[in-house]
């Protein structure tokens, strides 16, 4: 179950340029070195070796993402970089049957309009931390007629969980 935190977007960006430098930089020389050892090894002298260039950087790549999910993605520095993609990976999980989210809001169904409450809170903050400031004034008049008609009818809105029974209950609903 996703939850939405509370960051300071200057902090997020910094941290996140500060991963994202890390992890290309280790690719950069993981693909030096094992480009260079392909063709040591397998390379024939002023012969075409290009497979083994390619093949020592497709290494490195596959090397890279298992650091990446092994190692790196419970370390600290890595947080904010692992908090972003979690939230956009729970946004487009919303995102791909907003349709039918759309369609029971409109019927009234709570969990619908719950659902709808954390995207719009989940949206709204992953254009904060982003630095999105255009598309922010027409999710906020959105966001506030939809909170009005949730008070209405009682309905909690501080929606900060994703709770994936929302999801399967929108998917299961009938169109």
Known sequence: ???IQPMNAETYRRQTRRSTVIIA??????AMVLSTAAVALFGEPGGDNLRFNVGGVFAALLLTVTLIRG???TQAWMAPAVYGWQ?????????NVMHQVTAAVEKG?????????????GLSQMHQLD??????????REMDQH??????LGIETEQTQLNPAWLESIKQAPL
């Open 147 to 152: 909170k009005v008609r949730m008070q209405a």
């Open 87 to 95: 939230l956009k990976r729970s946004l487009m999980s919303i995102t």
């Open 109 to 121: 169904d709570p969990s619908a309009m719950k659902l709808l409450r954390f995207y719009h809170l």
């Open 1 to 3: 179950m996703f939850e």
């Open 131 to 140: 630095g999105n400031s255009s598309d922010h004034s027409q999710l906020t």
């Open 25 to 30: 930089l280790m690719f950069l020389a993981l």
């Open 71 to 73: 190692t790196f993605w």
